[in-house]
T-cell receptor
Framework: QKEVEQDPGPLSVPEGAIVSLNCTYS??????FMWYRQYSRKGPELLMY????GNKEDGRFTAQVDKSSKYISLFIRDSQPSDSATYLC??????????FGKGNQVVVIP | DADVTQTPRNRITKTGKRIMLECSQT?????MYWYRQDPGLGLRLIYY???????NKGEISDGYSVSRQAQAKFSLSLESAIPNQTALYFC?????????????FGPGTRLTVT
């Protein structure tokens, strides 16, 4: 079983819809949970990070962590065509390495 | 100018050839990383370096080697390229005192081995 599981999609939604992405993980030692966004032909860029269980909001983005279920989510409200990208979840143990999910391609249709 | 640059951006090479991918950064970060990205497999860590004299293997280092020539430069070499090394390669950096998630990625090198 891979440490981090993420359904690669793709996911197509109409503009204005809520986008819901999620990852599951098997290593209960993971402490930090991140979401990276990757536009076509670009490197990933950090979108959000969380440390504890619960929700964290940043504008239209909400990251959710449920450590008891080993499940993290990213919600994008009022999605825009500019949100079309691949979203990767990532997790870390201590300060040594990141474990990435496969990435989920999102297309927001105008 | 980009903070993390990679050269070349695209490369096609033949099986058995030696190839070097280069990464330079102007962010002043001590830590540098090499990843490869494959469809359906996501990003996987090849090597990482926390300073000029520190080199560590990642999860898929077989067939690869690295050189940290300076704080700002980290090169990845394929001594004898094989087709299953066809992938998108990313270099990343992070600050010494920052958290691991604070990684900054370059634009990537698309490598094709025929």
């Amino acid at each position: 079983q891979k440490e981090v599981e993420q359904d690669p999609g793709p996911l197509s939604v109409p503009e204005g819809a809520i986008v819901s992405l999620n990852c599951t993980y098997s290593n209960s030692a993971f402490q930090y949970f991140m979401w990276y966004r990757q536009y076509s032909r670009k490197g990933p860029e950090l979108l959000m990070y969380t440390y504890s269980s619960g929700n964290k909001e940043d504008g239209r983005f909400t990251a959710q962590v449920d450590k008891s279920s080993k499940y993290i989510s990213l919600f994008i409200r009022d999605s825009q065509p500019s949100d079309s990208a691949t979203y990767l979840c990532a997790m870390s143990v201590g300060n040594n390495r990141l474990a990435f999910g496969k990435g989920n391609q999102v297309v927001v249709i105008p | 100018d980009a903070d993390v640059t990679q050269t070349p951006r695209n490369r096609i090479t033949k099986t058995g050839k030696r190839i070097m991918l280069e990464c330079s950064q102007t962010k002043g970060h001590d830590r540098m990383y090499w990843y490869r990205q494959d469809p359906g497999l996501g990003l996987r860590l090849i090597y990482y370096s926390f300073d000029v004299k520190d080199i560590n293997k990642g999860e898929i280092s077989d067939g690869y080697s690295v050189s940290r020539q300076a704080q700002a430069k980290f090169s990845l070499s394929l001594e004898s390229a094989i087709p299953n090394q066809t992938a998108l390669y990313f270099c990343a950096t992070s600050p010494r005192d920052g958290d691991l998630y604070e990684q900054y990625f370059g634009p990537g090198t698309r490598l094709t081995v025929t």
